[in-house]
Nanobody
Framework: QVQLVESGGGLVQAGGSLRLSCVVSGRSFSSYAMGWFRQAPGKEREFVACITLTGVGTYYTTSVKGRFTISRDNAKSTLYLEMNSLKPEDTAVYYC?????????????????WGQGTQVTVSS
């Protein structure tokens, strides 16, 4: 059984920073492509960023490029999302997801495992 547990969310003022973590257990973390998604109230869950098996390749949605950085530490089975210059529109529940085929995806339906989410609230 694969488990993903996010942490690091919270309340921050606009312009501030947060670092999200996602610890993966149950199988070999290094065999999963990983992604971050977010869901704001009343909206669909949307793609934020994804990363290849080794971490060399990263991909971002346009609205977070230059502000967010996705990374992974395979030795610690942990995925990260460094979020800087946060805006009120970044407010959402953030989810990490694992793709067992090893290919980074931007579509939520292509991910196999999900965490429970962590709330990020950015005040203006």
């Amino acid at each position: 059984q694969v488990q993903l547990v996010e942490s690091g969310g919270g309340l921050v003022q606009a312009g501030g920073s947060l670092r999200l973590s996602c610890v993966v257990s149950g199988r070999s973390f290094s065999s999963y492509a990983m992604g971050w998604f977010r869901q704001a109230p009343g909206k669909e869950r949307e793609f934020v960023a994804c990363i290849t098996l080794t971490g060399v390749g990263t991909y971002y949605t346009t609205s977070v490029k230059g502000r967010f950085t996705i990374s992974r530490d395979n030795a610690k089975s942990t995925l990260y999302l460094e979020m800087n210059s946060l805006k009120p529109e970044d407010t959402a529940v953030y989810y990490c997801a694992a793709e067992i085929g090893g290919l980074p995806r931007m579509t939520r339906d292509e991910y196999d495992y999900w965490g429970q989410g962590t709330q990020v609230t950015v005040s203006s």
